[in-house]
């Protein structure tokens, strides 16, 4: 089978692997929708998490059942199926510990395009399908569908982990497709006023539709100073941090009053120079003792994750397909939507590649 791989860092190709084989409680899946993430330009052209060889990319797809282990119940070959980007392994001590995206250690519930052949295949592997698979449903477009495996369960994830009362103030950093979802789940989390910080026209668009009351660009000034200002020098209730280079958790702790969240969702794909480390404001963080609490987490995987987005999604709370304003037709299509990934353009939010079956 033919898949888009990483073939070092700052590089990737083409290249032909063997079908992989399915276990007992597995699913072989392939591609209906797939879509390229940031966190594949991080890996790839700033080799964050180290040099991977021949690894097919990719972890956001739709697909369609090919074959399923003798012990998979609710799935068979021809469903439509939601495949989330993290697929943990749910009887391990992390799972059972309520923390699944880090089961086998940090990060070990992201499989996909970390440690296993991700979705960009012809064919791709799913470990416990039971459990990491989600039925499509009826009348979901794949343009919306596919924003569900990471982009909405990520900054949904990034409003949660921001502990959001009824009439917070928010302050999102980053409006690309991870941030939108953001603001989105800010709104359905009761934030009252949402700033958005970002310049890209499309992305400004949509962050107003989801929910954003003010956008700021960091282009004008201290993105912290704006906030400030704007808010009487108090500052936010949550902070999301979705984009920006490391020091951007200055600008976060500075703007977050006493009692808040600093919630992140970036992907940090390098640190400041040679000693690799992210920067927090000694005095903004009240020298260690501000109470403001700095949240990470990874994407949530799993099928009830993704059965609830779907709920989300289905009853007209928000409508994720705004995102697509990149809509690519053909598997062949998927070198291209992720190098205009990595190039993002203005008018880009986030390339989607249907895939003819
Ligand atoms: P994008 O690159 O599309 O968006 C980044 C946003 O950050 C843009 O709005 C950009 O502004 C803004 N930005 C850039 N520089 C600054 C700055 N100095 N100050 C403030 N804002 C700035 O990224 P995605 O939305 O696709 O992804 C966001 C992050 O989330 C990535 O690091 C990604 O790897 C990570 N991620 C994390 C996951 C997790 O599980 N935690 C899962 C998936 C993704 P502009 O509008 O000007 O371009
Ligand atoms: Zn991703």
Known sequence: MKGLAMLRIGEIGWIEKDRPACGPRDAIVKPLAL?????????VWEGAIGDRHNLILGHEALGIVDEVGNEVRDFKPGDRVIVPAITPDWDSEAAQRGFPSQTGGPLGGWKFSNFKDGVFAEFFHVNLADNNLAHLPKGMSPEAGVMLPDMLSTGFMGAENARIEIGATVAVIGI?????????GAKLRGA???????????????????????????????????????????????????????????DAVKMAKAGSVISNINYFGKGVGEQDILPIPRAGWGFGMASKDIATGLCPGGRVRMERLAEVVMHGRMDPALMATHVFKGFDKLEEALLLMKEKPRDLIKPVVLVEQ
């Open 35 to 43: 879509a390229p993430c940031t966190s594949d330009i991080h890996t």
């Open 176 to 184: 690309g497709p991870v941030g939108l979802s953001a603001i989105a």
């Open 192 to 250: 009252g006023r949402i700033f958005a910080v970002g310049t890209r026209p499309a992305a400004v668009t949509v962050a107003k539709e989801y929910g954003a009351t003010d956008i700021i660009s960091y282009k004008d000034g201290d993105t912290a100073d704006q906030i400030l200002d704007r808010t009487g020098g108090a500052g936010v209730d949550a902070v999301i941090v979705a984009g920006g280079s490391p020091d951007i958790l200055m």
